[in-house]
């Protein structure tokens, strides 16, 4: 099994910033896919980013392309979003989710399932405020 933890969602204004993270614990050689969902009010939990912690790859929805970076620390069990230009349609509970996969299923893709992943957190709120 595999626990996940966020933190670090809260309210910001439009063009702000938030950095959330995502700690594992329990079996997490388990977890070489981490990957970030969101939902917002009344739509589906989409896919925003995914990375391979073996080698780094990474992939992103063209809805955050150039504005999400999502990053590793190995050392922590963390994954981190850094989430920049924030718009009020960024406004979602996000979700840290986690799998056991090669990497190009994990990062070489077109768009994330969320029935791919096997393991989430409890969810952390982001707002942003136009």
């Known amino acids: 099994q595999v626990q996940l933890v966020e933190s670090g969602g809260g309210s910001v204004q439009a063009g702000g910033s938030l950095r959330l993270s995502c700690t594992a614990s329990?079996?997490?050689?388990?977890?070489?896919?981490m990957a970030w969902f969101r939902q917002a009010p009344g739509k589906e939990r989409e896919g925003v980013t995914s990375l391979y912690t073996r080698d780094g790859s990474t992939y992103y929805s063209d809805s955050v392309q150039g504005r999400f970076t999502i990053s590793q620390d190995n050392a922590k069990n963390t994954v981190y979003l850094q989430m920049n230009s924030l718009k009020p349609e960024d406004t979602a509970v996000y979700y840290c989710?986690?799998?056991?996969?090669?990497?190009?299923?994990?990062?070489?893709?077109?768009?994330?399932?969320?029935?791919?992943?096997?393991?989430w957190g409890q969810g952390t709120q982001v707002t942003v405020s136009s």
């Open positions: 329990g079996v997490t050689h388990r977890s070489n896919c």
């Open positions: 989710a986690a799998r056991y996969s090669g990497r190009n299923v994990c990062t070489r893709i077109t768009r994330m399932f969320t029935t791919e992943y096997e393991y």
